[in-house]
C-alpha cells in the first residue's frame, strides 16, 4: 500500500508540472483528488479495510500525500490563472446623475480596479454563456466603442460583440 501511494504522488507531481491549462488541471484534479473516483480517495477509501497497525503506518502517509497534491494544486491553479486575485464590490447604489445604470468595481489584488457598467457586464456574461453552450464556437470578441447615437443616459463607451 505505502508503495503504491509513493506511485501515485510521483505519477501526479510529474503530471501536474507539465500541464499547462486550467482544463487540464481539472481533469488532473478528478483523476487524482476526485470525490467518487479519484486514484488517491480510492487508495483512502481502502483505508477502513486496513488492521489498526497498518492504518497507523498507511493513514498519515496518504494523508500527508494528499495535502502535498492538494497544495501542489492550488499553487498550480493560482500560476495558471495569473494569480490575479479579485475583489468585486458594488460601489453606491445609485447610479450616477444622469445615467441609468448601476456600476460595479472590479478590484485586482495589485491595487488597480477597474469600474464597469451594468450593461457591460450583461454582455460579458451573454458572451461567456454563448461560448460555453455553443457546440462550436470557442471564442467572442467583444470591443470598446464609442457609441454616438445612443438612448438618454446611457454610457458613450460601450462593450460589443464585433
Request: hydrophobic content about 35%; overall charge positive; charged content about 30%.
Amino acid at each position: 500500500m505505502k508503495s503504491k501511494l509513493e506511485k501515485i504522488q510521483k505519477h501526479a507531481q510529474d503530471e501536474l508540472s507539465a500541464i499547462s491549462s486550467s482544463g487540464a488541471l481539472e481533469e488532473w484534479h478528478i483523476k487524482y483528488l476526485g470525490r467518487k473516483q479519484g486514484e488517491l480517495t480510492e487508495i483512502m477509501k481502502s483505508l477502513k479495510g486496513l488492521s489498526a497497525e497498518e492504518k497507523k503506518k498507511v493513514g498519515p502517509l496518504a494523508n500527508q500525500i494528499k495535502n502535498e497534491l492538494v497544495g501542489a494544486y492550488e499553487q498550480r491553479k493560482g500560476q495558471l490563472d495569473g494569480g490575479v486575485d479579485i475583489d468585486v464590490s458594488l460601489p453606491p447604489i445609485d447610479p450616477p446623475e444622469g445615467h441609468l445604470h448601476l456600476r460595479i468595481t472590479i478590484t485586482l489584488k495589485d491595487g488597480k480596479s477597474m469600474t464597469l457598467q451594468e450593461a457591460t457586464m450583461a454582455n460579458l456574461v451573454r458572451a461567456y454563456i454563448n461560448v460555453k453552450t455553443h457546440p462550436v464556437r470557442t471564442k467572442i470578441r467583444l470591443t470598446g466603442s464609442s457609441v454616438e447615437e445612443r438612448k438618454n443616459g446611457f454610457a458613450e463607451w460601450q462593450m460589443l460583440e464585433d
